[in-house]
Nanobody
Framework: QVQLVESGGGLVQAGGSLRLSCAAS????????TGWFRQAPGKEREFVLG???????MYADSVKGRFTISRDNAKNTVYLQMNSLKPEDTAVYFC?????????????????WGQGTQVTVSS
């Protein structure tokens, strides 16, 4: 079992930056692919970006050029650096991991989830 805990959310003005962290416990990420999803009020949860154990990444078009994902396998932690934030980035952000080395953008293929952290971007 893998337990995931996100941190780093908060309130920021448009154009600002935040960095989210996702720490794993229980067992290491190993070769699991990890990803970040988000859910805005009244909307379905959507894929934001993901990273493999070797550093390959996948990004949603909406965040390309603004968000960056990284992973420290030694610390068992995944990071989400968010720059040039927009009000439409407001959502609860979830960290997820799947028992596969391949990133996918469909949430149903992820096995472990964090509790989520709120990100609010004011205009």
């Amino acid at each position: 079992q893998v337990q995931l805990v996100e941190s780093g959310g908060g309130l920021v003005q448009a154009g600002g930056s935040l960095r989210l962290s996702c720490a794993a416990s229980g067992r290491t990420f190993g070769t699991y692919a990890t990803g970040w999803f988000r859910q805005a009020p009244g909307k379905e949860r959507e894929f934001v970006l993901g990273i493999t154990w070797s550093g390959s990444t996948m990004y949603a078009d909406s965040v390309k050029g603004r968000f960056t994902i990284s992973r420290d396998n030694a610390k068992n932690t995944v990071y989400l650096q968010m720059n040039s934030l927009k009000p439409e980035d407001t959502a609860v952000y979830f960290c997820a991991a799947r028992q596969s080395p391949i990133i996918v953008d469909n949430e149903k293929y992820y096995d472990y989830w964090g509790q989520g952290t709120q990100v609010t971007v004011s205009s």
